[in-house]
């Protein structure tokens, strides 16, 4: 791609921040650590779903980025003197593409252990290659090149929870509505492997997945980045919110071995977030996924690893090691752990709840979800700061967003700044004493009953798109009797954990706990990532006194 690429003949930005120029010290060094050989023309480098590929610098030759599943079809062409690679080289994840040389000259290979470690350790390195893969990977993104299709009903809920992964963890793919019987006709020419009803997943053009699981299709990707059986690390991650990103970028940078492991995706619930303005050093805002996204890349610049999607399903220290087991099979071991699993959504006390959950019930306002709202009424139920920011994002989408809550108004549960804004915008409608009672709709949702609580009084709201913000419930309860919580599920930390050596320290030996699982936290993002920040200090204390045979606390 030489810094044009395939798009377009005129740079953006985001492409010319992808292809920077290689030379001074960082090619040194690079040339340094690498292997220097001829190629020919038509040399494949790496292949399609290649677990370990190197960094190439194209010393005097051309490189095609090949996609397989459309026919060999080159993405990009990268010139002599750029290099190749991307943020999955830094993660460990499979190759999208195949790297196949267009013309005879002469590259340098650059292990992925070794380019790693220079990350790590020489800033030149680091500040040229991390920058220019995570802009490459927004590129594959924004493109929708990648390995994966998705075919299937666009409110369905399996074909949902694929896309909100797969979006959400930044892995390109394209959508092929089945009613879009051109594309899908396309896709399919000369293949007979291809179901035609449900959600369909198309790995790399070859592997087809039927209805599968979002951990089904990271396994297929190569995605899943799991440790090996025996590997153990001296810290483990539960939860990639603010609070368990930050705890990663901490642990990995102040030399600890580090895995963060998630359910869902990177950034927690503050990931679904539209808008966060209040944060420092965001004087106008940034998204909750783009906040994630570069939380990610730091820990994984610093040597992290990340494993998503596993959820957590029990947990038990075995000598002087922690084990932890994950709902799908198998275990994570390390020497310390730090939980911060948040919290998990609240749901409306609704018989019918469960029929349209992803069509038409959602509980995320990203660009994603607000797509439901156009051409209709929006309906937000929450008073909180998220409910808030979703509301404001919303309204550039919707025909009118209406915010139902509980209470008189919202001074008592969302910044004043917010509140200030929703209370100016002829857009959105404040629906205070009320309620959600009903849902209604045959293929979907097409509507609500809000009903006054004093007075009982109902009024029908057409919508096809409501979005529940109230709130979230501890999720703690993996853990069992691993750690003491408060009478509402939090964990106990610090003095009421009878460990007063650290407001982090639970009553289990070697495990911290952060951010909104913490029992009195302030659930906020800032405070979150704070607490994951300082805790560290607490897990080197710990793991410290057991390497000098003192006795656990």
């Not at 990977?137 to 994966?148: F, I, M, P, S, T």
């Not at 408060?486 to 911290?512: I, M, Q, R, W, Y």
């Amino acid at each position: 791609m030489s810094g044009n690429g395939r798009k377009s003949i005129a740079r953006s930005d985001l492409e010319r921040q992808a292809w920077p120029d290689l030379s001074g010290h960082a090619l040194d060094v690079l040339s340094a650590h690498g292997t220097e050989r001829d190629v020919a023309a038509g040399d494949v480098i790496w292949e399609v779903g290649q677990p370990d590929y190197p960094l190439v610098h194209l010393i005097d030759a051309d490189m095609n980025i090949v996609d397989r599943g459309r026919n060999d079809s080159v993405v990009v062409t990268i010139t002599a003197g750029n290099f190749t690679g991307e943020l999955g080289l830094l993660m460990g994840q499979h190759t999208f593409f195949a790297g196949v040389m267009a013309s005879a000259g002469r590259i340098v290979s650059v292990s992925p252990a070794k380019l790693r470690h220079l990350i790590a350790t020489v800033p030149e390195v680091s500040d040229i290659i991390v920058s220019a893969f995570a802009a490459r990977r927004k590129l594959l993104v924004e493109w929708a090149d990648g390995a994966l299709t998705i075919i299937g009903d666009e409110n369905e809920r399996t074909c949902l929870g694929l896309r909100e992964y797969a979006s959400r963890n930044r892995i390109p793919f394209r959508f092929i509505e089945h009613a879009d019987r051109a594309a899908v006709d396309i896709f399919a020419a000369g293949r007979q492997d291809l179901p035609t009803h449900g959600t369909v997943a198309v790995v790399r053009g070859d592997t087809v997945l039927h209805d599968p699981s979002p951990l089904t299709l990271a396994k297929a990707l190569g995605y899943e980045l799991l440790p090996d059986v025996g590997e153990v690390f001296d810290l483990a991650v539960i939860g990639a919110g603010p609070g368990g990103l930050a705890a990663a970028v901490y642990g990995a940078s102040e030399g600890l071995k580090t895995l963060v492991i998630d359910d869902t995706a990177i950034g927690g619930q503050a990931g679904t977030s539209s808008r966060i303005e209040n944060y420092l050093g965001f004087p106008t805002g940034i998204s909750g996924s783009e906040l994630a996204y570069l939380g990610e890349i730091q820990a994984i610049k610093f040597g992290a690893r990340v494993a998503v999607p596993h959820r957590a399903a029990g947990m038990q220290r075995n000598g002087d090691v922690l084990e932890i087991a994950l709902e799908a099979g198998g275990q994570v071991r390390a020497r310390a752990a730090v939980v911060a699993s948040g919290a998990r959504y609240r749901k409306l006390p609704l018989s019918n709840l469960a029929d349209y959950e992803g069509n038409g019930v959602y509980y995320a306002a990203t660009e994603l979800e607000a797509r439901y709202a156009n051409g209709t009424n929006a309906v937000i139920v929450g008073g909180g700061n998220s409910a808030g920011q979703a509301a404001m994002f919303l309204s550039r989408h919707a025909e009118h967003t209406y915010i139902v809550v509980r209470r008189d108004g919202l001074s008592e549960t969302m910044s004043d700044y917010l509140s200030s804004r929703i209370a100016r915008d002829p857009r959105i409608t404040l629906v205070t004493r009320s309620q959600v009672t009903a849902l209604r709709g045959e293929s979907g949702l097409t509507g609500v009953t809000l009903t006054d609580r004093q007075t009982g009084e109902t009024r029908d709201v057409a919508c096809r798109a409501l979005y529940v913000m109230v709130g979230a419930e501890p999720n703690a309860a993996w853990a069992g009797d691993m750690v003491s919580t408060d009478e509402n599920g939090f964990v106990l930390t610090g003095a009421a954990a009878g460990k007063p050596s650290s407001p982090f320290a639970t009553s289990a030996p070697g495990v911290f706990a952060v951010g909104d699982i913490r029992s009195g936290s302030v659930k906020r993002v800032a405070s979150s990532v704070g607490e994951g920040s300082v805790v560290v200090s607490a897990v080197h204390g710990w793991l410290a006194e057991r390497s000098n045979g003192e006795p656990a606390n």
